[in-house]
Structures are given as C-alpha cells and as structure tokens.
C-alpha cells in the first residue's frame, strides 16, 4: 500500500479508501466487516462513511452503514483506522432530523453525536460536509444559475460549530465534499480571517468518464494543500466494462437500481468502449487502469473504492500496484478529447 499526507495534518493516508456506500442495502453487515478485514490486512487505513448511507437512501436503512462499521470498530485498536464520516447538507429528508437538514449548529451537532453512537467512537478523524447548504451545482448538476432568493447558512457559521467540535475532542479534521471552487476557497478564506478550522480535503467525483475537477478545483487542490478524496473513480463500476452493450449483470448496482444514470448515457458508454478495448490491448484488466489512472493523479490524497464481492475488493486494491505506461497514458488522452467528460 501506498501512503499520502491529508491536507496539513499529521495523517498519512492510504491511496485506497474503503467506500461503504453499499452495506446495508448491497451488502450484510457480516458482508461488511469481511471486507474491512481485507482491506486492513492490505494496508488501507482509511475508511469512508456518511450519516446517509447506504444509498439509495432509505427510511429503513438511514445509518445502517455506521452502524455496521461500528459493531466492527469495537474489536479493533481505534487509533490504527482513520474514519472519516459527513453530515448531510440541505436537504429534506422526512426522516432525519424532523425532515430539515441545514448545515447550522442544531443540525451538525445532533447528526454527529448520532454518528458517533452508532460507530461507537468518541471521535472520527474527517468530518466532511456530504455537500453545500447553498443553491449551486454538484451531483452532475451545470449551468449555474444564481438564485436570489436562497439564503444559505453563512460558511462561517458552519466553520464556527466545526470549530467547538473539534475543540471539544469530537472532530479531529474537517472536509468539504461535492464542493466548487468558489466555495472551497472560501472555507479557507474564512478559516484564515476567523481562526476556524482548515478544511484539509475535498471529496468529488473524479474518474475517466468525468475529469471536470482538473478545470478549476486541481488548482486549488495543489497551491492549499486540499486535496482529492476521489469518489466513483469507477463510474459505479461502468469502467469495469461489465454494462457495455446493454448487459446487466446479478446484483450489479445498475441493475439493482435504475435510478443511477449519471455514468449510463450514450456518450459514456462509447468512451467506456474505447477505455476498455485500450486496456485490453495492453493486457490490463479495464478497472484497474481506471483505477491506476486515478491514483495516479498529482492533486489526489485518495481513491475511494467501493465493492459487493470480495474479489472486486481484492482487485480494486492492486491497482496501487499498476503503473501505466506512457503509451497507454497518451492513448488515455486521446480518448479524452473525442469523448470529454460524458458523465460531469
């Protein structure tokens, strides 16, 4: 396994990051920890989580996740994992938090203090806000438009709870997630002018169908130290090329949930074609060189990978040990400028 500092901290964390998103609705919790055994055993220390999982979101499953991750924490030394978990932003969610969600001081307190009950911890080590209390884009949404009427809680009001939990011991770190330029910048900013808490990473999608963090937040990535937590590195695992030409494997995410469409439109599949042909004509399994790519990257502290078999798992991790080749590296580019982001 390979190690990268988290933002300014004193925290080395592994290049692959365990993603949970599954467990609870995909995955059984015995499921779950056998592969937080795995990932252990092969040098992950970093383990991704969030108040909401397992997605799609549901009543019934609401914190199944953490609660899974928890019963497993309780049997480990809690200083040799690096937890990271997120609280949702706004949002209305009818059964959390009596269907609110802001990012204000009653909403952060009460998700994190239900966090740590059920990852049964004191603290975690990355508090990430899952995505902006503001109207802007994320989750694959463009065309920002500027909407006068929204009042969103200030930055310095949630940088300011941040702040007393991390005083009080609860907080070691905090993050941002689903995050623009703008509004990194300005955490930072604001951190600086008030004495508040650096956010130390950023966690959005990065992945060979949608490489739109490079425009203008890898910048800022590199000159504040804030670096990439890459999710759906592969495309909900259409890299892999298991959904080319309308396949859907079993219990495949695509085919357990028609809803997941952001990586399943005709110009990601005809990009996705070409990526796997390319790895195949390297000898290279299509998600490892998604993968490699990714790990690859300068501004990029992490890969958050996620599996229902133990053997994606197992091969998911590995891609630590792929190094491509300028050859294949030139081909990858040449893809990208036919098919330019497909999935943003």
């Known amino acids: 396994m390979h190690y990268r500092r988290l933002g300014r901290t004193d925290l080395d964390v592994s290049l692959i990051c365990l993603g949970t998103m599954t ?34 979101p549901r009543a019934e499953t609401y914190g199944a996740t953490e609660k899974y991750i928890g019963t497993w924490l309780r049997r480990q030394q809690r200083e040799n994992v690096i937890l990271a978990t997120k609280v949702i ?8 938090r009596e269907g609110i969600q802001r990012l204000d001081r009653k909403n952060i307190e009460a998700a994190l203090n239900a966090s740590l009950q059920r990852l049964q911890t004191d603290y ?12 802007t884009n994320y989750f694959g949404k463009l065309g920002y438009e500027h909407d006068p009427d929204d009042v969103p809680i200030s930055i310095a009001e949630t940088l300011m709870v941040l702040g007393d939990l991390v005083a009080a011991g609860k907080v070691r770190y905090v993050g941002l997630s689903n995050e623009s330029p703008w509004g990194t910048m300005t955490f ?16 959005n999608p990065y992945c060979l169908l949608n490489r739109t963090f490079e425009v203008g937040l890898a910048e800022v990535a590199h000159h504040e130290d804030v670096g990439l937590l890459a999710y759906s590195p592969l495309g909900f695992g259409v890299l892999s090329g298991k959904y080319l030409n309308g396949a859907r494997p079993a ?19 005809a990009a996705t074609q070409q990526y796997v042909e390319l790895a195949r004509q390297y000898h290279l399994d299509p998600a490892q060189m ?55």
């Open 251 to 269: 219990g495949a995410r695509l085919t357990s949930f028609a809803r997941f469409t952001r990586y399943n439109n005709a110009e990601a599949a």
């Open 124 to 135: 975690v080590d990355l508090y990430q806000l899952h995505w902006p209390d503001r109207n």
């Open 23 to 56: 467990w609870g609705e995909q995955n059984t919790e015995a499921e779950a920890h056998q592969q937080l055994d795995v990932a252990m055993a092969a040098g992950v220390n970093f383990i991704d989580v969030a108040e909401m999982y397992p997605v799609p």
């Open 290 to 344: 998604a993968l490699a790519y990714v790990n690859s990257r300068s501004f990029l502290t992490s890969t958050i990978i996620g599996a229902t078999r133990l053997e994606q798992l197992r091969s998911n991790i590995a891609s630590v040990d792929v190094t491509l080749s300028p050859d294949v590296m030139s081909a990858i580019e040449t893809i990208h400028q036919k098919h330019p982001n497909p999935a943003p």
């Open 89 to 96: 932003g706004r949002a209305d969610f009818s059964y959390v």
């Open 188 to 203: 930072l900013r604001t951190a600086e002018r008030l004495g508040l808490p650096r956010v130390v990473s950023i966690q």
